[in-house]
């Protein structure tokens, strides 16, 4: 960066605001990671406010003896739920297509989260030819985006299509019940009623897993965050070794992305101390709720 821009920054940003340096910086766009860099050359006495998910944050930016103001992303309405991918798409989804089927549009708004473009097509495919005239609400209507139940939203998608799926999808009034996405769908989404948030393979990490799952949820009804995890995630360098425990686990899912998050062991999670808090804390339940979730693959 040129002394020009470095002085112009220093200028007019004090604090400068920064955020997602810690995962973007690591991946999706790389000059974040060197913004540490940029504040090296902006001298002593230029605040810097770093509002972010993780502490690694502190080390990217050479902050000194930080003072942190920390908040939990707990979110005690969401249930946190795991299931091996020992199936097929065809076995995991049946369910959701014949609840689809049988409440139309009283179905619970859904996010079903892929990996890739594939596995995304190959879901939303499935579901689309298993509804049949289904799809469409009235049963048999003309197959136009206003009127699906169903719809598919990735980087293929064309802007005007992806527009419209958003505004369809956060409209009370609309149609449509289930989105098959990539994770570019959400960002920036204010969809307050959606009740559960599927994911059809493993985050990289735990903040990103927090974030998606965030978006289930927000006027603080119950929801439900399931995660399908397969072989292929398990034995992928590119997830964090974090997210593959939290696959396997025999003890509270949400203690344990909260204490990975916080990064500290000494923290004092918030607990939920029912069986809403997740399919581990379910097991030991015996209400009915929790054997009749028990007994669903998908749910
Ligand atoms: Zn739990
Ligand atoms: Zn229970």
Same mark, same amino acid.
């Given at each position: 960066m040129c002394e020009e821009m470095v002085s112009s920054v220093a200028m007019y940003y004090r604090p400068i605001l920064t =955020?997602?340096?810690?995962?973007?910086?690591?991946?999706?766009?790389?000059?974040?990671?060197?913004?540490?860099?940029?504040?090296?050359?902006?001298?002593?006495?230029?605040?810097?406010?770093?509002?972010?998910?993780?502490?690694?944050?502190?080390h990217t930016l050479g902050m000194n003896r930080p003072a942190i103001f920390a908040s939990l992303p707990n979110k005690p309405n969401i249930k946190y739920v795991v299931h091996a991918k020992s199936s097929s798409i065809e076995e995991s989804f049946s369910q959701l297509v014949e609840d689809v089927r049988r409440l139309r549009t009283a179905y619970d708004r859904t996010i079903v989260f892929c990996r890739s473009y594939n596995d995304c097509a190959q879901i939303f495919i499935f579901v689309k030819k298993r509804l049949?005239?289904?799809?469409?609400? !009235?049963?048999?209507?003309?197959?136009?985006?206003?009127?699906?139940?169903?719809?598919?939203?990735?980087?293929?998608?064309? !802007?005007?299509?992806?527009?419209?799926?958003?505004?369809?999808?956060?409209?009370?009034?609309?149609?449509?019940?289930?989105?098959?996405?990539?994770?570019?769908?959400?960002?920036?989404?204010?969809?307050?009623?959606?009740?559960?948030?599927? =994911?059809?393979?493993?985050?990289?990490?735990?903040?990103?897993?927090?974030?998606?799952?965030?978006?289930?949820?927000?006027?603080?009804?119950?929801?439900?965050?399931?995660?399908?995890?397969?072989?292929?995630?398990?034995?992928?360098?590119?997830?964090?070794?974090?997210?593959?425990?939290?696959?396997?686990?025999?003890k509270c899912r949400r203690n344990f992305l909260l204490k990975d998050f916080d990064g500290d062991d000494d923290v004092d999670i918030p607990v939920v101390t029912d069986c809403s808090c997740c399919d581990i804390c379910s097991e030991s339940c015996k209400c009915i709720a929790c054997e009749d979730i028990n007994d669903k693959s998908f749910y």
């Amino acid at each position: 960066m040129c002394e020009e821009m470095v002085s112009s920054v220093a200028m007019y940003y004090r604090p400068i605001l920064t =955020h997602l340096i810690s995962i973007r910086g690591a991946t999706f766009r790389k000059e974040f990671g060197q913004l540490g860099e940029v504040r090296s050359l902006l001298g002593k006495g230029v605040q810097i406010m770093a509002l972010t998910t993780r502490r690694s944050i502190c080390h990217t930016l050479g902050m000194n003896r930080p003072a942190i103001f920390a908040s939990l992303p707990n979110k005690p309405n969401i249930k946190y739920v795991v299931h091996a991918k020992s199936s097929s798409i065809e076995e995991s989804f049946s369910q959701l297509v014949e609840d689809v089927r049988r409440l139309r549009t009283a179905y619970d708004r859904t996010i079903v989260f892929c990996r890739s473009y594939n596995d995304c097509a190959q879901i939303f495919i499935f579901v689309k030819k298993r509804l049949g005239k289904e799809y469409t609400e !009235p049963v048999g209507a003309p197959d136009l985006a206003l009127l699906r139940l169903v719809d598919m939203f990735n980087a293929c998608t064309l !802007p005007a299509v992806k527009n419209s799926i958003i505004q369809q999808f956060t409209d009370p009034n609309s149609c449509l019940r289930v989105v098959v996405a990539t994770i570019a769908f959400g960002m920036g989404l204010d969809c307050p009623n959606v009740r559960r948030v599927v =994911h059809w393979g493993v985050p990289e990490d735990i903040e990103s897993y927090l974030q998606e799952t965030g978006r289930a949820g927000r006027d603080g009804q119950p929801a439900l965050a399931i995660l399908y995890y397969g072989g292929i995630d398990m034995s992928s360098v590119n997830i964090q070794d974090e997210m593959k425990d939290y696959c396997k686990l025999n003890k509270c899912r949400r203690n344990f992305l909260l204490k990975d998050f916080d990064g500290d062991d000494d923290v004092d999670i918030p607990v939920v101390t029912d069986c809403s808090c997740c399919d581990i804390c379910s097991e030991s339940c015996k209400c009915i709720a929790c054997e009749d979730i028990n007994d669903k693959s998908f749910y």
